[in-house]
């Protein structure tokens, strides 16, 4: 028997390329993207980013946020609550479509959820990976479990040694965890907590004083994406 042919629900369309949802009643094999080695078998749903079909003047960047996203979920590979990579070549990534709802469309998280979350954030700053996008609410995904979960490694950087750029890169990560906690649960903030809020790094400071206006002006006037968008399979 052939096998059936996948059904396919477009999740957002731009610039950089389509974001997919793919759905397949029986799991076929499929190469990885040779980094991770040897023969996978997908799972009956998952996400595929093609970046092939980009404008031409932002492929070249389409494609290098797709293979930072690469590296990150590669070295993530043993870690639960992050996406599985499944194939990345040609320009198209595909991985595993991670359950749960964004944060903001969830039910309000209590403190349970924000200590999950933070030992999430150490088992991934401890497999020398930052995330770097964590203040989108909707890279935070809450499932039924009321259990934390992450996606959209586009922005995510992975590190050898954890140096300084290392160590301001998690600091940010843990920092904009705190602020979801401050809107969600303010009450289970701790001491050492608000402090950590109340004082911003130094690259943090000079980024909102330069770098983020250049940043929302592109992304905002140009790409047209909002505050509260994320890798495009949330954003429903």
């Not at 028997?1 to 629900?9: A, G, K, L, V, Y």
């Not at 079909?53 to 070295?75: D, I, N, Q, S």
């Not at 700053?125 to 890279?139: T, Y």
């Not at 490694?153 to 750029?165: E, I």
């Amino acid at each position: 028997m052939p096998p059936c042919e996948p059904r396919i629900d477009l999740l957002k369309s731009d610039l950089f390329g389509r974001v997919e949802l793919v759905h397949l009643n029986d799991s076929h094999p499929a190469s990885n993207s040779g980094a991770a080695g040897g023969i996978q078998t997908m799972p009956t749903q998952w996400v595929r980013r093609d970046t092939s079909c980009a404008r031409w003047w932002v492929k070249p960047l389409a494609r290098y946020l797709a293979g930072r996203e690469c590296r990150a979920l590669l070295a993530l590979s043993e870690l639960p609550r992050v996406p599985k990579l499944l194939s990345w070549k040609k320009g198209i990534l595909e991985r595993s479509w991670q359950p749960g709802s964004p944060l903001q469309l969830a039910a309000a998280p209590g403190p349970a959820y924000f200590a999950a979350a933070f030992r999430l954030l150490v088992q991934l700053h401890r497999r020398g990976v930052a995330h770097n996008d964590l203040a989108k609410e909707p890279n935070w995904l809450v499932d039924e479990h009321g259990q934390p979960g992450l996606i959209d490694f586009q922005l995510a950087s992975t590190h050898r040694r954890r140096g300084r750029r290392f160590r301001l890169c998690a600091r940010e990560d843990i920092r904009h965890l705190l602020k979801h906690k401050r809107t969600y649960c303010p009450q289970a903030l701790t001491p050492r907590e608000l402090k950590i809020l109340a004082n911003p790094s130094a690259a943090a400071r000079l980024w909102r004083a330069t770098g983020k206006r250049i940043y929302l002006l592109i992304t905002r006037r140009i790409f047209g994406w909002s505050d509260r968008e994320g890798a495009g399979d949330r954003n429903h």
